[in-house]
């Protein structure tokens, strides 16, 4: 992968119990666009200082926090300073999190997108750094397994009983429009059509109930279809043209805006 020197960025897919990603990265320049994870995202920040916007708020991390991001929390993160900010991130999957969390059935949820806590942010460095060696998975899983517990305790509660939220059925048949046609070039008068909506309140409610708007929510849909299809060894360049972006360089710019590292890079990390 070619980075400015400055930066870099390393996939790793562990593929004990549940297999998942963890990253390790450093950005000077990234500005990740606001963007989702199918996943938990807990992870430790190890040096420089870096700001999300997540909730409808903005908030900072440096050396010594965690950061905590529920599975589809729409969320940002770019450079604090010039020196930019290195990481670790576990992501999670939620099979994972409810074997670890089982409170009546409840997920844990955490009241913000981080926490200073040197104690556990060194944990979590720790456990990164013995899941990219590729050590004994039974060691692995229980050292996972210990902290994610412990982090869970000291900053997660669980999620208060409710009914779920449902979205409008208009917002929802858009939303199902742009994932059944995600390869196809979408116009908004189409997509209004289908959800039997004008334009402007279209774009407006579908921002209020998922986050972002209708093109951001199709780019991240394409990005995520990408993704399969470079797990399963794909051709980038065939990758690009089957998930609906213009050429590869496209697909590239987009991917790394997203997931932080190159189609190229994510896909070694599956061979």
Known sequence: ?????????????????????????????????????????????????????????????????????????????EPLTAIGWSYRMLYIPREVMARLWNRDGQMPRFARSGATDPELSARI?????????????LHQETALADTLRAICERHAKPAAPSAPRMSPHSLQRARDYLEAHFAEQVCLA????????????????FRRYYGVPPHRHLELVRIQRAKVMLQQGARISDVA??????DQSHLTRQFKRVCGVTPGSYARSYR
């Open 125 to 137: 460095a720790q456990v990164h750094a013995f899941l990219e060696r590729n050590a004994d998975p």
């Open 190 to 205: 189409d997509l209004a059509r289908v959800a039997e909506l004008s334009a402007f309140h279209l774009v407006r409610q």
């Open 1 to 77: 992968m070619i980075l400015p020197v400055e930066e870099y960025a390393h996939v790793t897919v562990v593929h004990s119990g549940s297999p998942f990603e963890i990253l390790r990265g450093k950005y000077v320049r990234q500005r990740f666009a606001p963007h989702v994870h199918d996943t938990y995202a807990i992870g430790a920040m190890e040096s420089g200082a870096a700001k999300c916007k997540s909730r409808g708020r903005e908030s900072t991390h440096a050396p010594g926090d965690l950061i905590t991001i529920e599975p589809g929390e729409v969320h940002t993160g």
């Open 241 to 246: 043209y089957a998930t609906g972006f213009s």
